[in-house]
């Protein structure tokens, strides 16, 4: 399979790169297109050749990166011949020394064989025209290679399998149906055919505006797994904030004693929770009256933090019935507001009842930041809640910003559509139909302008 705008674009000639960062211990350059091999020949020898009888076999031998150097370095070579290879053409890869100097010298000699340096993307820019992934697909690739964190390349990885492309695909065949039904009535309008009515169609293109509403609503659900959650620790004086902090960087990194009103400023600290990127904030105590000027602007930046917190730990003080039913009293009254909230139970090694404690009616964990007893447990929560409101579970995706304009546009046509339909205005329809087509076609590539397709990849570094 080919995408069908390809043909205009499709460069058919030679391409090489480094894959790999330069100054690593091994490097990978890798040369995709129909003289793949011949390129790859002219500087590979002392090892078994590399063809079409042992191909996608790993094989060692030596590099020539000048004429005449009989010696060369020692490098490991594979050939993958068409279509089974990553961009679908002939590929080798040769795996050879890393550092500054050496791949350098040996890109040069594969360029002197006749091959040109490829450009940023392409060689996924090729994947994507010989149709071995769709636009999608493709757009992933980029994703998982800028992940700067677990949660952003499981995101990444999940695109990558197709989801996105996989539904779009499916609603346009659906509407592909429609569109059949619709130009029959054009092009045998005297003929009483078989026709089914104008409801059934609009069923049809119903179901699929219902559907492209629900992607649209997925877009930016990612944003929290890829560029990080703020989450503030706040709570009364003394409640345990500061060792809340420690005990998740895993160092002293706030000063703990048993004073209320022992942190006078917001700390601020990245970690990373399950793999999830966090901004952590540690405040000050709140309480209502204090007679320190210092403190007082300590609470007034807590407030500051909790107003602009992404997901808030509240911070109670679990040690006895009556510091608890206090604590939580204060949580009620100082949260207005759905703030996102963990209520976190803390001081459970001076609880002799924990199973007493009120109920905070929100999601909540049980610990003992001195122990580290339950922390474990408040991460389980703290996990579930983001990819909760991520709106990632498994069967979910979050789609792109390009991808919500087109399908944005392709609902609008069926819109349209729906209403010509109705009035069997049947050459609207038909119009209205196309261009919701050509809009979901844009978001797999089926249908893509070479423009379109030139943004898309020039955001991807060269070798991949
Ligand atoms: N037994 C026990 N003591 C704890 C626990 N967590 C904190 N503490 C103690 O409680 C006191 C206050 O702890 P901090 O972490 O400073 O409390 P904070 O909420 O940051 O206090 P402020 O910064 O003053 O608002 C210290 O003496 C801690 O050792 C816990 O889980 N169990
Ligand atoms: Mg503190």
């Known amino acids: 399979m080919q995408n069908s705008h390809s043909v205009a674009s499709f460069r058919n000639d030679t391409i090489a790169a480094l894959c790999t960062a330069p100054g690593g211990a091994l490097a990978i350059i890798r040369i995709s297109g129909p003289g793949a091999l011949r390129a790859a020949s002219a500087v590979w020898h002392g090892g078994r050749s590399l063809s ?30 068409g279509p089974r290879s990553y961009t679908g053409e002939d590929v080798v890869e040769l795996h050879c020394h890393g550092g500054a100097f050496a791949p350098k010298r040996l ?18 820019r090729r994947a994507f025209l010989n149709g071995k992934m769709d636009l999608t697909q493709a757009e992933a690739v980029a994703d ?49 055919l078989d026709w089914l009515p104008p409801a059934a169609l ?14 649209i609503r997925t877009r930016g659900n990612g944003a929290l797994l890829r ?44 970690a990373s929770f399950r793999g999830i990127p966090v901004h952590l904030t540690d405040t000050a105590g709140l309480r209502e009256a204090s007679d320190d000027p210092i403190e007082v602007m300590g609470i007034a930046r807590s407030r500051d933090s909790m107003r602009s917190a992404e997901l808030i730990f509240w911070v109670m003080d679990a040690s006895s019935a009556s510091e608890a039913e206090a604590a939580l009293n204060d949580m009620k009254s100082q949260l207005s507001g759905p703030a996102n909230l963990i209520a976190v139970w803390n001081k459970l090694d001076l609880n002799p009842a924990p199973g007493k404690l009120p109920d ?15 922390i474990d447990g408040l991460l389980d929560v703290f996990e579930n809640l983001v990819w909760d409101r991520s709106g990632s579970s498994d069967s979910e995706c979050e789609v ?4 919500a304009e087109l399908l944005e546009s392709a609902r609008a046509d069926l819109k349209q559509a729906s209403l010509e339909i109705t009035g069997e205005f049947w050459e609207l329809a038909a119009s209205c139909l196309r261009s919701a087509l050509s809009a979901l076609g844009a978001v797999t590539g089926e249908e893509a302008n070479p423009d379109m397709l030139d943004e898309i990849f020039s955001r991807f570094c060269i070798g991949k």
Not at 64 to 73: A, I, L, S
Not at 202 to 215: G, K, S, T, W
């Open 144 to 192: 998982l290679i800028q992940a700067k964190s677990e949660s952003a390349a499981r995101l990444a990885e999940r695109q990558m399998s197709g989801l996105i492309g996989g539904k779009v695909r499916a609603e346009r065949e659906k509407l592909l149906h429609v569109l059949a039904e619709v130009e029959s009535r054009l092009d045998f309008p005297e003929e009483d």
């Open 202 to 215: 609009n069923a049809a293109v119903e179901e699929c505006m219902n559907l492209l509403e629900r992607m």
């Open 360 to 374: 905070a009616a929100v999601p909540s964990a049980r610990i003992s930041a001195l122990t580290g007893e339950g």
């Open 227 to 270: 560029d990080g959650v703020r989450v503030v620790i706040a709570g009364r004086p003394n409640s345990g904030k500061s060792s809340l902090l420690n005990a998740l960087l895993g160092y002293d990194r706030a000063i703990v004693t048993p004073m209320p009103g022992t942190t006078r400023d917001t700390l601020e600290e990245y």
């Open 107 to 124: 890109l040069a000699a594969v360029f002197a064989s006749g091959v040109r340096p490829a450009e940023p993307g392409e060689f996924t």
């Open 52 to 81: 079409e009888e042992n191909d996608r076999v790993m094989h060692l031998g030596r590099v020539r990166t000048q004429p005449g150097d009989d010696c060369g370095e020692p490098c490991l070579a594979v050939y993958m011949k």
């Open 400 to 403: 792109s910003a390009r991808h």
